[in-house]
């Protein structure tokens, strides 16, 4: 009796977190209501607070039973460059490429939240919320901390400021892209960028990325 008990709050919990998710996806943390949550998923406020307490606990919750295997991917793509190369600095189109990788994997596995958590996790890299300025460090620090220093030993001519302002332009255009976000709706009436293809967004992505890092010196163009 009591497995099956565990295992319908276990069921009602999923439901919640993945009518959050696409809620959050489609109108954002703050114009996504309770209300809306509890309709999609058909259950009751008081079974959210049981299981998530609030509204913030939630939004934190949709994020962390996927941030875990996307870590571990990326990582692992990583770990597993590093080996091939002996040592030696692993190429940044390479470096780049895994961590794209890691994220078409999960973009194409609806298990690990498919297409939807990968939109969801960019557009609240590129809002910034409140709610999740504090844990999401904790989840990536390593993750970023690795790629950093892989980045660092194949370009080893950059002052780490740089680098910094690299990697930080870098992800920001991965986290935007991947948002959904296309900034020619602004300029043309028809674009012909499909920003909702993850493959197509990578093929063109990756290599735009892998130039704005190898880039010349600023210190170099300088002199």
């Given amino acids: 009796m009591g497995e099956i008990l565990e295992a319908r709050q276990l069921d009602t919990a999923t439901r919640i977190l993945d009518a959050a998710e696409v809620l959050f996806v489609e109108h954002g943390f703050e114009a996504t209501s309770m209300r809306m949550i509890t309709q999609r998923a058909d259950v009751n406020l008081a079974a959210v607070n049981y299981h998530f ?21 990326a990582i692992s793509n990583l770990d597993r460059l590093e080996s091939v190369a002996h040592q030696a600095p692993v190429p940044v ?12 994997d999960v973009a194409h596995d609806p298990k690990r939240g498919g ?12 809002e910034a919320h409140p709610a ?22 194949a370009l080893p001519g950059l002052s780490d400021i740089e680098l910094q302002w690299r990697l930080n332009f870098a992800f920001s255009a991965i986290f935007n892209a991947f948002a959904g976000n296309n900034i020619l709706r602004l300029f043309v009436i028809e ?3 499909n920003a909702r293809d993850p493959r197509l967004i990578a093929t063109y992505l990756v290599p735009f990325v892998v130039a704005g890092l190898t880039a010349p010196a600023t210190a170099l163009r300088h002199a």
């Fill in 93 to 104: 189109d390479a470096i780049m490429q895994a961590f794209m990788d890691a994220a078409l």
């Fill in 132 to 153: 999740l300025r504090e844990s999401l460090p904790r989840h990536y620090e390593e993750l970023f901390a690795r790629y950093a220093q892989a980045v660092a030993r």
């Fill in 115 to 126: 297409a939807i958590f990968v939109r969801l996790l960019s557009r609240t890299f590129v």
């Fill in 53 to 73: 307490g609030s509204k913030d606990a939630l939004f934190q919750g949709v994020f962390t039973r996927r941030l875990t295997p996307l870590t571990k991917l």
């Fill in 191 to 193: 674009p012909v960028v």
